[in-house]
C-alpha cells in the first residue's frame, strides 16, 4: 500500500515547468477530489487507479460534474453487480476456488472502503473462503437500492489495516 502523502504541490510545479501536458495522480477517490486535484496542480488530466477499482463509474462521475450535471451514484445493487462481473471477468478457466476468492479479497480491499463505514464488511470478508459465502456477504451488505457514493468512509482508516487485508 502507499504509505508517503501525495505532493500536488510536486506535480503544480511540474506543470508550471515542463513543456508537455502532466497529468496528475494520487488518492483520486471522487469526482469532487478530481475537481480539487485538478485546481491545485493545473494539470491536463488525471491518472485513476485505486479509486477506479473501487468506483468504476468514477470516470463517468467527473466527465458529469465538469459538465455541471448531476453525479450518478450506484446503488448497492449496482455495485453487486459490479462485483458478480469483476469476479468473472478476471477469473482464470484453471484457478480453484479458494484461489479466487483469494485474489478478489485483494480487490475488496479497495472496494470495501466505500461500503460501509465501520469495517465489518472487510474484516467479515477477508475470512471467506468460497464463492458461496463471498456472494452471500456481498449480497449482506449490498441488496439495497440506496446510493453508494462508494468514497472511502475514512481515510483515517489506517492503510495497514488494508495492507494486513492484502496478506490474506
Known amino acids: 500500500m502507499y ?3 501525495v505532493h500536488y504541490d510536486y506535480i503544480a510545479r511540474a506543470v508550471t515547468e515542463l513543456p508537455c501536458p ?7 477517490y471522487s469526482a469532487q477530489k478530481a475537481h480539487e486535484v485538478l485546481g491545485l496542480t493545473g ?5 485513476i487507479g485505486r479509486g477506479v477499482i473501487r468506483n468504476p463509474w468514477l470516470f463517468h ?3 458529469q460534474q ?9 446503488t448497492g445493487h449496482d455495485v453487486l453487480k459490479y462485483l458478480r462481473a469483476l469476479y468473472e471477468t478476471v477469473r482464470p478457466p484453471e484457478i480453484k476456488e ?3 476468492v483469494q485474489k478478489m479479497k485483494k480487490y475488496l480491499n479497495y472496494i470495501g472502503l466505500g461500503i460501509e463505514p465501520t469495517g465489518q464488511f472487510l474484516h467479515h470478508i477477508r475470512r471467506v473462503t468460497t464463492e ?3 456472494f452471500r456477504l456481498c449480497d449482506q451488505y449490498l441488496n439495497h437500492d440506496q446510493p453508494m457514493p462508494l468514497e472511502p468512509f ?3 482508516l489506517k492503510e495497514t489495516d488494508v495492507m494486513a487485508g492484502a496478506q490474506l
Do not use: K
Open 98 to 100: 479458494a484461489a479466487h
Open 154 to 156: 475514512s481515510l483515517a
Open 66 to 74: 465538469r459538465r455541471g450535471e448531476s453525479i450518478f451514484l450506484p
Open 22 to 28: 502532466v497529468l496528475a495522480n494520487g488518492n483520486v
Open 132 to 134: 458461496a459465502e463471498f
Open 43 to 47: 494539470a491536463r488530466g488525471l491518472m
Open 3 to 5: 504509505r508517503s502523502e
Open 61 to 63: 462521475q467527473i466527465r
